[in-house]
């Protein structure tokens, strides 16, 4: 395994970016790393002053998992995320959290240029709740040569975004060969079948030049985790259960598990083509293309009086369409793409690097298997619900040059501008996915007739919501950046790294300046000590300005589910300015870091411990309006605003404070016998805790209201919903041409909260075993089989279930809901 605690140091001779990234890929102590690195004078992995996570390309296949953001979940001890985040859209794009922080706080960079983000905002999650991260299982795994993992901040080198670390995904640049990877699977107990072609293919281009294409396609088929059936489907025939039972499904919760059925194509090209002794022009790109379709978030809806199912939306659910209930199901189509194309030189002394890239993601929303009661027996059950676009057009100019100024190593100065322009866009669904039909039910004297006769439903969608004009908004911004970045080594064993960075927006983000100064000491051979201090920002997301959704929700009344209507309000907005909100504003930090590194032969240790300090944090207000949170009043405000026909609504605030400590352990040992083979192990263990420091007062608009902004459940989502504690143990083995992997990950406890704390769902600590056998056939065939999640472990049952099944193990389990998955491989080369 090739996690090693790694970060810049000098290497004897100067090699520009290019040579870089050619590094092997196989991260050791020599290796050349280009994260966080800057100037012409490289550093490699063993002597660095950050810590980083260099993953190479047999270690990202080696896991029998198929998306980045489940591979390095499993490899990363201080990356994690729950099985389900939230309802909506989040379930079916899982947030992540580093360093206990949300995604919105690490920058992904693609071969070191900015990544776009998802477009599709996070607002029903309440792990990493309202983010707007960039979704790298959207670049194809067999693509990569390999991943680097800043885990420091870096905002003074890159910009916004880079609080708790960076992410640099590194395409292959091997200019000959090919290879082809078939892999299929599935979960021991709950289905969930798996189905993976990938290729990739290099060639030479000129001299010297190469172009390497991947493409990948996968099925992945949803789970259900749901271990609670419902006892009838059908009314009771004269008190007795319908004979249509016996052929019926009782676990309905179509939802809970692994809840959507996705298939997703990823493409990508690396290419670079020498046109003189000192330039060469260079490109790359991704493209994919995911059809999602899920249940996370819509509930199995039923009326009043079938069978022994509860009553989750009354006269939402027409009888005359779906006389037994329906699981409605969001659907998703995804285009998304990133395209890059620059020129390195030398000119003047100087090494130059100019480049432009757009990146999209272009989400189409519908929904089917629903209904909008409002339109009576004749609503549609499948409907286009709307849009959402984000754009991101960067252009960068990086210079970098060697002075000689009489010191141990020559001192490296870089210095750059970037600009950056970027949009988001939220465009409208049909009309029947939100518009109030006016149907009236009729007391017609049956069942349904007799409850809720007289009354007419909740416009819109059961479930989902579509965007209507009212929601729909095109917000685009500009950003002009400057950074200058100087390090050398001032005697033989130390080093010293300062940096600076200005970054103008066009909004209320405005001006900010960061800064960063690393070092590192080698007290004896092998030993050293390392650390730093940096201050950093984010710049709130276009989405978190802009969003605005209208939403039919399901909320708990004492013992009573209840479908209700809330909205949520774009933050310059009417009426969401009425209620107190304020243009949103940079959220600034300030991170300490020291660490120790030990290297001795075979033997890696690294110690790093850290404090991150966030100020003026964005998060989603509570539901204001409900009976317990401003009442009356708050509809009153929202009425006076052009706000009609809504319970309840939220926006975005700057309202928390935090810190957060941790430290994280890692450790590599490599054993080579002639007679046994070669073993690399490897221990890693990570920690972190979240403290919530001040939470603002309530707005003047609010003072004399008895409302809560930000209340207990979303407080302690922010300090207990991920574990505080992972500990990956890993055995990797060879020995001619057979091989084994043997990880185990311990994944601390967590809390899923509530309102109440007597309500409050505690999990335990659980141990995860994943393992893998090899065997390389001849030289272009290799087989392997494999399981993640061994044993079929599954979180502790706690607390109560919903009457549908679902929430039998909770919802953050960061190592899933749906238990142990075995899987095969096989790969050619050519």
């Not at 199901?329 to 090494?351: C, H, K, N, P, T």
């Not at 003026?616 to 706000?643: P, Q, W, Y």
């Amino acid at each position: 395994m090739s996690l090693l605690a790694i970060s810049p140091a000098r290497a004897e001779e100067a090699a520009d970016e290019a040579a870089a990234n050619a590094a092997p890929a196989e991260a050791d102590g020599s290796a050349i790393v280009i994260t966080g690195v800057r100037g012409r004078i490289q550093r490699s992995v063993a002597d660095s002053p950050v810590p980083i996570d260099v993953i190479g390309p047999q270690e990202l296949r080696n896991t029998g998992r198929t998306g980045l953001k489940e591979i390095l979940g499993n490899i990363i001890p201080s990356l994690t995320m729950p099985a389900l985040g939230g309802g909506g859209t989040s379930a079916s794009v899982r947030p992540i959290a580093i360093r206990g922080l949300s995604g919105d706080y690490v920058l992904v960079l693609v071969n070191g240029k900015r990544r776009h983000t998802t477009s599709l905002i996070n607002n029903l999650s309440r792990v990493s709740g309202g983010s707007t991260p960039v979704d790298i299982d959207l670049i194809p795994t067999i693509g990569v040569g390999r991943i680097e993992v800043l885990r420091d901040g870096a905002a003074a080198q890159y910009g916004s975004d880079a609080i708790s670390g960076v992410i640099n995904i590194i395409l292959d640049n091997s200019p000959q060969g090919g290879e082809v990877s078939v892999t299929g699977g599935q979960l021991y107990q709950k289905g969930g079948a798996l189905a993976q072609v990938a290729g990739t293919y290099g060639l030479g281009l000129g001299d010297g030049g190469f172009a390497r294409f991947a493409v990948e396609a996968k099925y992945h088929d949803r789970a259900d985790s749901s271990g609670e059936p419902v006892p009838y489907i059908y009314p009771l025939v004269n008190g007795q259960p319908d004979p249509r039972e016996a052929d019926a499904d009782h676990l309905i919760a179509g939802g809970y598990g692994r809840s959507n059925r996705d298939k997703i194509v990823n493409a990508s090209y690396n290419a670079e083509l020498p046109v003189g002794d000192d330039t060469s022009l260079y490109s790359f790109a991704t493209l994919s293309h995911r059809d999602i379709k899920d249940a996370r978030g819509a509930f199995f809806a039923a009326p009043t009086g079938y069978g022994g199912l509860a009553n989750t939306s009354g006269a939402s659910v027409l009888p005359q369409l779906y006389p037994s209930g329906f699981q409605a199901y969001r659907r998703i189509w995804e285009w998304d793409f990133q395209v890059a194309l620059g020129l390195r030189s030398e000119f003047a002394g100087w090494s130059l690097d100019v480049s432009t890239g757009f990146g999209r993601n272009n989400v189409k929303l519908g929904a089917e298997n629903t209904l909008n009661p409002s339109l009576g027996p004749d609503s549609p059950t499948s409907f286009f619900m709307g849009r959402q676009k984000q754009d991101l057009w960067v252009n960068n100019l990086d210079l970098s040059r060697d002075l000689d100024l009489g010191l141990a190593k020559p001192v490296s100065l870089s210095l750059g501008v970037e600009q950056r322009w970027e949009r988001f866009q939220n465009l409208a669904g049909e009309p029947d996915s939100y518009r109030d039909g006016g149907y009236v039910i009729p007391a017609d004297g049956t069942p349904f007739g007799l409850l809720y006769g007289g009354k007419s439903p909740s416009p819109g969608l059961v479930s989902f919501t579509g965007t209507s004009p009212a929601d729909a908004s095109s917000l685009s911004r500009n950003n002009v950046a400057a950074y200058v970045d100087v390090s050398t080594d001032l005697t033989p064993g130390w080093f010293l790294g300062l940096a600076g960075r200005f970054e103008h927006y066009s909004d209320s983000a405005g001006n900010t300046f960061s800064a960063k100064a690393s070092t590192r000491v080698e007290l004896t051979k092998g030993l050293a000590l390392r650390g730093g201090v940096n201050t950093g920002f984010r710049a709130p997301s276009l989405a978190q300005t802009a969003f605005s959704t209208t939403q039919n929700t399901v909320t708990v009344i004492g013992d009573d589910r209840v479908s209700t209507v809330s909205k949520f309000l774009p933050v310059n907005s009417a009426a969401a300015i009425a209620l107190g909100a304020k243009p949103l504003k940079p959220e600034k930090s300030l991170n300490f870091t020291a660490g120790v590194t030990y290297e001795n032969g075979p033997l890696r240790i690294t110690v790093d411990a850290y404090q991150i300090r966030i100020d003026d944090r964005i998060v989603k207000t509570e539901f204001l309006g409900t009976a317990s949170n401003g009442g009356a009043a708050i509809k009153d405000i929202l009425v006076a605003n052009g706000i009609d026909d809504v319970d309840s609504a939220q926006f975005f605030t700057n309202a928390i404070d935090t810190r957060t400590r941790g430290v994280d352990v890692v450790g590599e040992y490599t054993l080579d016998t002639a007679a046994l083979g070669t073993f690399r192990l490897n221990a890693a263990y990570s920690y972190n805790r979240t403290k919530i420091l001040h939470v603002i007062d309530n707005p003047e608009e609010l003072s004399d209201l008895n409302v809560t902004l930000f209340g207990r459940q979303a407080q302690q989502d922010l300090v207990v919903a991920l574990p505080r504690s992972k500990v990956v143990l890993s055995s990797n083995w060879s020995l001619d041409r057979l091989r084994a992997l043997l990880r185990v990950t311990r994944y601390g406890e967590y809390t899923e909260a509530s309102n109440v704390a007597a309500s409050d769902r505690t999990f335990g600590a659980k141990w995860i075993t994943d393992a893998e056998v090899g065997f390389q056939l001849t030289e272009s065939l290799d087989i392997a089989v494999g399981a993640n999640n061994l044993f079929d472990v599954y979180p502790q049952k706690n607390g109560a279930v919903a009457y549908d099944g679902s929430g039998l193990y909770g919802n953050f389990a960061p190592f899933g809901l749906s238990g142990g998955f075995y899987y095969a491989r096989l790969d050619v080369k050519f």
